[in-house]
């Protein structure tokens, strides 16, 4: 029989040293940590670091069930974060041109 073992959310094994890297990274570009992104809450600032952090660990090859698993959210609000992330970006990109 196999055992199946409880991670928490944030627990390196979803997304290695590479993933945890990157979050840590876009935290501290957004002036947040690493744990401020894994957070339950919806404030607008933090909603948007986690997006951008989901965005690119996806970019940088990690399937969005493990980036759902770091994050505690569902592989689904991962797709949609990266969508969203990648939205806003080119408008930003479209206003500054």
Avoid: N, W
């Amino acid at each position: 029989m196999s055992k199946t073992f409880h991670r928490p959310k944030g627990h390196i094994a979803f997304v290695g040293i590479k993933g945890c890297a990157i979050v840590e990274s876009i935290a501290r570009a957004h002036g947040l940590t690493a744990r401020g992104l894994q957070e339950d809450t919806r404030r607008a600032p933090v909603v948007r670091a986690r997006q951008h952090a989901m965005s690119a660990l996806r970019d940088a090859g990690f399937t969005a069930r493990a980036v759902g698993e770091y994050f505690g959210r569902d592989h689904s609000t991962v797709s949609h974060a990266d969508v969203t992330h990648l939205r806003r970006a080119a408008l930003s990109l479209a206003v500054a041109a």
